[in-house]
């Protein structure tokens, strides 16, 4: 069973925001709402400074709080380690919004169903990538099998010594090249 | 701001309707004779925590427009939220049976009324543990957080409890004195608990440092020295403070005891005291719920 996984290169990223589209069009969301949100940092002193653009999505946590906060077990993770949540379980009450280390989750308003980043589930299953690392132009996501020491993302982790954005806050499996 | 002044109204109803519950187990053994507070405090409970509930249906808006999915929130037993869920509907089933025979004049089962002081207690700190275990907002992942919400419940439920009797009996407030020095003593408590939270979590991280600042000196300032500080705890504690030392000093005459026990002093000092409280227990939930700044990920 694969545990699937991301790496992000935020040196690659130039924040042309293509991931954000191509997702919101897979997941056919309304324009204000998206599962994908880019935030800059700024770094160092003067003159040497540095701005990074990172894009921030549900990292899929394997101890995610929001699966244990979830009082209708709506938010759950799939054996392949995708968290996902069931909008026909789903009642509205933003305890997971509020329980997300990342900020990663968004309510739809009209159905009033929280949702977020679901790593095209259903593209991934049928052995295809996930929508924003197809779209990236400049190949700054890689996705893959974590479990595979082979997988194309597995080594690039290695090689580029990429971390999770707070490892000290629990198990994300996205991982950023900084 | 996810969660907003609805929620934060329904936390302060939990809280409000536990406490008033209490307030009347309290007074039924405690003054047999004085029977109004305890009746208002049995019919205010459930209806107050109705209230509440009817709320967070509302805030929950998925569910809101599937009725049927809230039966799930009993499913989950490693959320606080699918606890509570428990918690609430015991506690509301106890205090609605009791406000029901309190209305038919009939006997109440001891048992019921235990069973409902045990999920008053847990509805209350229910509330607090609702948004303590969120480890993603420091200012409220901290342990005296629960505690705090306990004592502001019990607080605002005998300021509820209070506020009501004196509207239908202006004598009775005048003839239970330990419900009073009990409401001073949580008064006080709170304070001290308010200031050793934000002194000790502010030096928690970044985050809770801008919380507490946001709170103190920042964009809830007014609010918090105004509204919660000066109108919700130091206002009645010196109004209460000042009454309790009176009835001292009456009590130490024949004519003062007279007066004490005739109760006719006015009850303006105690409507302006029990709301002082009431609008103090909102706008504490209201600004922890506002003033939360999640941690740092960049």
Redesign the interface.
């Known amino acids: 069973m694969a545990r699937y996984g991301m790496m992000i290169d935020t040196r690659k990223c130039v924040g042309c925001y293509a991931c954000r589209v191509s997702c919101q069009m897979q997941n056919e969301l309304p324009v204000e709402e998206s599962f994908i949100k880019f ?1 800059e ?1 700024e770094t160092g002193i003067f003159p040497n400074v540095k701005n990074e653009i ?1 894009p ?1 999505q549900c990292q899929h946590c394997e101890d995610a ?1 929001c699966v ?7 938010t759950y993770t799939t054996a392949e380690g995708i968290v996902l949540v069931d ?9 997971c ?7 990663a989750r968004t ?1 739809n308003h009209e ?4 949702e977020k980043c679901r790593f095209c589930s259903e593209l991934v299953a049928e052995g295809k990538q996930p929508a924003c690392v197809t779209t990236c132009i400049s190949n700054a996501r890689i996705f893959g099998d974590l479990d595979d020491p082979n997988s194309e993302v597995s080594r690039a982790i290695v090689r580029l010594n990429a971390q999770p ?2 490892p000290d ?1 629990g198990k994300a499996k996205i991982y950023y090249v900084r | 701001m996810v969660w907003g002044t609805i929620i934060a109204a329904y936390l302060f109803l939990a809280g409000l309707s536990a406490g008033a519950f209490l307030t009347s187990s309290y007074s039924a053994r405690r003054y047999p004779n004085s029977a109004d507070v305890r009746i208002v405090g049995r019919l205010i409970s459930p209806i107050l925590m109705g209230i509440g509930l009817l709320l967070l249906i509302l805030d929950a808006e998925a569910g809101l427009k599937n009725p049927l999915r809230f039966l799930y929130l009993f499913t989950n037993f490693k959320s606080v939220m699918t606890i509570g869920t428990y918690f609430i509907s015991f506690f509301m089933m106890a205090a609605a049976y009791i406000a029901l025979m309190e209305l038919l004049k009939k006997e109440i089962n001891k048992v019921i009324e235990y069973v409902g002081i045990v999920f008053a207690v847990a509805t209350a700190i229910y509330t607090g543990f609702l948004i303590g275990v969120i480890g993603a907002v420091p200012l409220w992942n901290t342990a005296i957080l629960p505690i705090l919400f306990v004592v502001s419940a019990l607080s605002t439920g005998i300021a509820g409890t209070m506020l009501g009797a004196a509207l239908v009996d202006k004598k009775v407030i005048h003839q239970v004195l330990s419900i009073k020095k009990i409401h001073l003593t949580l008064l006080v408590t709170e304070v001290f608990l308010l200031f050793t939270m934000f002194l000790v979590t502010s030096s928690t991280n970044e985050s809770a440092a801008q919380s507490v600042s946001k709170l103190l000196t920042g964009e809830y300032s007014a609010f918090f020295w105004v509204g919660l500080v000066i109108i919700g705890l130091l206002v009645p504690i010196i109004i209460e403070g000042l009454e309790l030392f009176s009835y001292k000093k009456l009590s130490n005459s024949r004519a003062g005891q007279e007066v004490a026990a005739g109760g006719t002093s006015g009850i303006t000092s105690t409507l302006l005291t029990e709301s002082a409280v009431l609008a103090g227990g909102f706008i504490l939930r209201y600004l922890l719920l506002a003033a939360a700044v999640p941690i740092i990920f960049l």
Do not use: N
């Not at chain 1, 909008?87 to 305890?95: D, F, L, Q």
């Not at chain 1, 919004?97 to 900020?103: S, T």
């Not at chain 1, 159905?111 to 929280?114: A, I, L, Q």
């Open positions: 935030y940092k990172i921030v709080p244990s906060v979830c009082p209708t077990k709506a909008s026909e379980k789903c009642i509205g009450c933003k305890y919004m509020v329980a997300c280390d990342y900020g309510q159905t009033g169903v929280v954005l707070r806050l």
